[in-house]
């Protein structure tokens, strides 16, 4: 039998059949085949499993999971502290909700441009959650203007959203119908309630089945998934802190910049690092503000770091 993950708790985890929501228990079997991965989690919510029941399915008699099915794809991370370790986010998604503040927390722009990369990367589309916008409409108009000038001009939508004003929500909710949806950002930027803004019913920190009992009293559930009652699942995410490339060489990080990717077809040298060449296209387009300087700074921090874990 074939179902969905729906939630990670550790070893333990919740599946459904999905569109139906019916979650049940289940475990790892002993020989489950996972593909050579190297991740710390190698079964994500979101993976598609097969599994095996003997009889009535429940926190005492859980499903056994034997197989985890090929992605369509997923979104990944390193730690920048452990090099070597990494943690898949989800699997199977159709589109990734980045959730951004400018203030309240202060926004980190090389983080979120990580995260771009990523899911470009590995096939997820994306699009970039502005929240909190009623906290700085008023007070800082230029500073939203200048945000979106970079990121629309690279290539991706983003959208302005207010849980106190209700900007957003129902564009929010629409894109969400019918599709596996994650959201993910930094600690404190708003993202469980945009979720329960999208949803009054959902409460993101709190499952509809605890594993506790399995785990023991200081289970902390990763990643979860959520349906809307609007149609279509959310995948909510802890807040993230550190934000590291997986499976990317130095010399194909550009390519994931759309922006850089559009000018680079004119530089003079190919390959081209678009960091000392002469007739460099990119550094022109950065020169003349075709290409934001805060995103070519982002590029060359990336440069760096993966020099540094290499």
Not at 104 to 110: G, M, Q
Not at 176 to 181: D, N, P, V
Not at 202 to 228: C, D, R, V
Request: with cysteine; net charge neutral; glycine share 10%.
């Amino acid at each position: 039998m074939i179902a969905t993950v729906v939630k990670n708790a550790g070893s333990h985890f919740l599946l459904s059949a999905l569109p139906e929501w019916a979650p049940f228990p289940a475990v790892l079997g002993g020989k489950v085949r996972l593909g050579g991965s190297k991740a710390t989690n190698p079964v994500a919510v979101g993976d598609h499993v097969e599994y095996e029941a003997a009889g009535t399915v429940d926190l005492e008699h859980p499903a056994v999971i034997r197989q985890v099915l090929d992605r369509s794809n997923h979104i990944i991370r390193r730690s920048t502290n452990l090099s070597r370790q990494s943690h898949v986010i989800a699997a199977n998604v159709d589109r990734a909700f980045l959730v951004v503040s400018l203030y309240f927390p202060e926004i980190k722009l090389p983080f979120l441009d990580r995260i771009l990369v990523m899911c470009g990367v590995f096939g997820v589309p994306v699009s970039i959650v502005l929240a909190k916008t009623d906290l700085y409409r008023q007070e800082a108009p230029e500073a939203i203007a200048r945000f979106r000038a970079i990121y629309e001009g690279a290539g991706y939508e983003v959208l302005e959203t207010s849980v106190k004003d209700g900007t957003g929500i129902e564009r929010l909710r629409e894109a969400c119908r019918g599709r596996i949806c994650l959201f993910s950002g930094e600690s404190g930027v708003g993202k469980s309630s945009l979720i329960k803004a999208m949803d009054p019913s959902l409460n993101p920190k709190i499952g509809a089945i605890s594993l506790a009992h399995l785990q023991g009293k200081h289970t902390t559930s990763l990643y979860e998934m959520y349906p809307l009652a609007s149609g279509g699942f959310i995948i909510d995410s802890p807040g993230l802190r550190g934000f590291g490339l997986v499976h990317l060489e130095k010399e194909e990080i550009a390519l994931y910049f759309p922006e850089m990717l559009r000018k680079a077809s004119g530089c003079r040298f190919t390959p081209c690092t678009h960091t000392h060449e002469p007739g460099c296209a990119v550094k022109a387009a950065v020169d003349a503000g075709t290409i934001s300087t805060e995103r070519y700074n982002s590029y060359l921090g990336m440069l760096e770091d993966e020099s540094k874990f290499r």
